[in-house]
């Protein structure tokens, strides 16, 4: 975006390059070849991208959170799905640098960071967060997984569905209720570790939709964490949880920008190309105003993104600047993603191209980390207490 640092220009050049090599050898052909995300995280780790914003003490790079929703955009503009599945490993290795080291922590937890934080950041594992559940969406506080207190740890039961890399995630931030009918109050955030007993992938997400984000499920049936895997004790977890969601609806519009901007450029360069009724496409009027409305709408799209990016950064209050770019960010990229194929012809529907793709990557953004309607309620609501 701008004023970057040595180091952020560093992995933004990385970022770049690895998005080029998505968009050459896998992104288009993603679903026929049935690829993991594995192995291009693994990339992603030799560029430093699994540890933007960790502390340098622990092997990251200690980027800005704008730095991260950049990287975010430019990987979009190739996938949707990969920029997910790799900002959501990164965001786990981002929490255990931050939560499980320093003042405060439980004894154990500096080990245990010390033991998975190399992992992480070279993709020896693969990470991901879990709140959604079958019965449980947008509604975070009406999750029903349980963690009841037992003498080894947490005793953990219960269901998550719809998450990102759960595919084939080997660690995850499980969010679960420890104190029945207590709604935000009792729920705790705990690692879980997937290949031990009591943990069950399964198969809830039948759709080769965005197969790159490694969308899925599983179960928990008696599995038990120890005391040190408490990572956001019940009082703590929902307040830091709906911290991240903010910074996720943030990036979540930056990638938006990215897919319209790779949509606008393929468009563009076709239209100078491509010739019809003896002339190129791009001297009718219509079609120039159609490319011209997605990049009056990007501008405006990415402007609101900067804006929200600057308050993270600074620690100012985001909770309506990012409603207000995830809601105009997604609406923007269903429309122009759509228009941008329509530009193209039915040429554009060729697996070549990233419409499609990129117009499933706009539909999942819109609901994912709240729907467009809770961020319309809550931009309301702090217009109404403005005035």
């Given at each position: 975006?701008?004023?970057?640092?040595?180091?952020?220009?560093?992995?933004?050049?990385?970022?770049?390059?690895?998005?080029?090599?998505?968009?050459?050898?896998?992104?288009?052909?993603?679903?026929?070849?049935?690829?993991?995300?594995?192995?291009?995280?693994?990339?992603?780790?030799?560029?430093?991208?699994?540890?933007?914003?960790?502390?340098?003490?622990?092997?990251?790079?200690?980027?800005?959170?704008?730095?991260?929703?950049?990287?975010?955009?430019?990987?979009?503009?190739?996938?949707?799905?990969?920029?997910?599945?790799?900002?959501?490993?990164?965001?786990?290795?981002?929490?255990?640098?931050?939560?499980?080291?320093?003042?405060?922590?439980?004894?154990?937890?500096?080990?245990?960071?010390?033991?998975?934080?190399?992992?992480?950041?070279?993709?020896?594992?693969?990470?991901?967060?879990?709140?959604?559940?079958?019965?449980?969406?947008?509604?975070?506080?009406?999750?029903?997984?349980?963690?009841?207190?037992?003498?080894?740890?947490?005793?953990i039961d219960g269901e998550k569905s719809w998450i990102i890399n759960a595919q084939y995630a080997d660690l995850i931030?499980?969010?679960?209720?420890?104190?029945?009918?207590?709604?935000?109050?009792g729920i705790a955030g705990i690692l879980v570790d997937a290949r031990r007993e009591g943990f069950e992938r399964c198969d809830n997400f039948p759709s080769t939709a965005a197969a790159s984000l490694g969308?899925?499920?599983?179960?928990?049936?008696?599995?038990?964490?120890?005391?040190?895997?408490?990572?956001?004790?019940?009082?703590?977890?929902?307040?830091?949880?709906?911290?991240?969601?903010?910074?996720?609806?943030?990036?979540?519009?930056?990638?938006?920008?990215?897919?319209?901007?790779?949509?606008?450029?393929?468009?563009?360069?076709?239209?100078?190309?491509?010739?019809?009724?003896?002339?190129?496409?791009?001297?009718?009027?219509?079609?120039?105003?159609?490319?011209?409305?997605?990049?009056?709408?990007?501008?405006?799209?990415?402007?609101?993104?900067?804006?929200?990016?600057?308050?993270?950064?600074?620690?100012?209050?985001?909770?309506?600047?990012?409603?207000?770019?995830?809601?105009?960010?997604?609406?923007?990229?269903?429309?122009?993603?759509?228009?941008?194929?329509?530009?193209?012809?039915?040429?554009?529907?060729?697996?070549?191209?990233?419409?499609?793709?990129?117009?499933?990557?706009?539909?999942?953004?819109?609901?994912?980390?709240?729907?467009?309607?809770?961020?319309?309620?809550?931009?309301?609501?702090?217009?109404?207490?403005?005035?």
């Amino acid at each position: 975006m701008e004023n970057w640092s040595p180091q952020e220009r560093l992995l933004i050049d990385h970022a770049t390059e690895l998005a080029s090599i998505l968009r050459g050898s896998l992104a288009a052909n993603w679903c026929a070849s049935g690829e993991s995300a594995r192995h291009y995280l693994k990339l992603a780790a030799e560029r430093g991208l699994t540890g933007i914003e960790v502390p340098q003490a622990w092997g990251g790079s200690q980027a800005s959170f704008s730095c991260k929703a950049a990287i975010a955009e430019i990987l979009a503009g190739a996938d949707f799905g990969f920029a997910m599945s790799l900002i959501n490993t990164h965001n786990v290795a981002n929490n255990i640098a931050r939560w499980m080291s320093g003042p405060g922590t439980r004894v154990g937890q500096a080990e245990l960071a010390d033991e998975l934080l190399p992992k992480l950041l070279s993709a020896e594992i693969v990470a991901c967060t879990a709140l959604t559940e079958p019965q449980a969406g947008s509604d975070f506080s009406a999750i029903s997984t349980l963690a009841t207190k037992v003498d080894s740890g947490w005793k953990i039961d219960g269901e998550k569905s719809w998450i990102i890399n759960a595919q084939y995630a080997d660690l995850i931030l499980v969010y679960a209720q420890t104190l029945p009918q207590s709604g935000a109050a009792g729920i705790a955030g705990i690692l879980v570790d997937a290949r031990r007993e009591g943990f069950e992938r399964c198969d809830n997400f039948p759709s080769t939709a965005a197969a790159s984000l490694g969308t899925g499920g599983f179960k928990l049936n008696g599995y038990v964490a120890t005391p040190v895997e408490m990572m956001h004790p019940a009082g703590t977890a929902f307040k830091r949880a709906l911290q991240s969601i903010n910074g996720a609806r943030i990036y979540v519009a930056a990638m938006c920008c990215g897919m319209v901007a790779d949509c606008l450029r393929i468009a563009t360069d076709y239209g100078g190309r491509r010739t019809t009724f003896g002339v190129p496409l791009n001297e009718h009027q219509g079609w120039r105003w159609r490319i011209a409305e997605a990049a009056v709408d990007l501008e405006a799209a990415t402007q609101l993104v900067r804006a929200a990016c600057k308050a993270m950064d600074r620690d100012l209050p985001v909770v309506a600047l990012a409603a207000k770019a995830k809601v105009f960010a997604t609406r923007m990229a269903e429309r122009h993603t759509a228009a941008m194929l329509h530009a193209m012809g039915a040429h554009g529907l060729r697996d070549e191209y990233p419409f499609v793709r990129h117009m499933t990557g706009a539909q999942i953004a819109s609901f994912t980390d709240g729907s467009t309607e809770m961020m319309l309620e809550r931009i309301f609501k702090d217009e109404t207490l403005v005035r």
